[in-house]
Nanobody
Framework: VQLQASGGGLVQAGGSLRLSCAAS????????VSWFRQAPGKEREGVSC??????????KYGDSVQGRFTISKDHAKHTVYLQMNSLQPEDTAVYYC??????????????????WGKGTLVTVSS
């Protein structure tokens, strides 16, 4: 099983990035997937998650990204996306994706994960 996060980079404040979490050896039908981030000197923070169902899935967002970030997925591509708009310097962090095997079909939470990706760095300049 491998989760590969990508799409990070340097962007100016107000800009956008789309992160991807590609899952190999893992059936997204069985796992909720979350994005977390960790900025230097700060604790890890739950950013967004998406439940395991293919349709009528549930999502959740952290307070600091609500309305700016959108999580989505493509089961056929085994990939979960995080569209990040209106980025601010405080969004600068390493972003990780995590997969949590769950019986819950329509809900997700920031429970961590059974599997984690290595992270991708997002830097937002002011």
């Amino acid at each position: 099983v491998q989760l590969q996060a990508s799409g990070g980079g340097l962007v100016q404040a107000g800009g956008s990035l789309r992160l991807s979490c590609a899952a190999s050896g893992l059936n997204l039908d069985l796992y909720a997937v979350s994005w977390f981030r960790q900025a230097p000197g700060k604790e890890r923070e739950g950013v967004s998650c998406i439940s395991k169902t293919r349709i009528h899935y549930g999502t959740k967002y952290g307070d600091s990204v609500q309305g700016r970030f959108t999580i989505s997925k493509d089961h056929a591509k085994h990939t979960v996306y995080l569209q990040m708009n209106s980025l601010q310097p405080e969004d600068t962090a390493v972003y990780y994706c995590a997969a949590d095997r769950t019986l819950n079909s329509r809900y997700c939470d920031f429970n961590g994960g059974d599997y984690w990706g290595k992270g991708t760095l997002v830097t937002v300049s002011s």
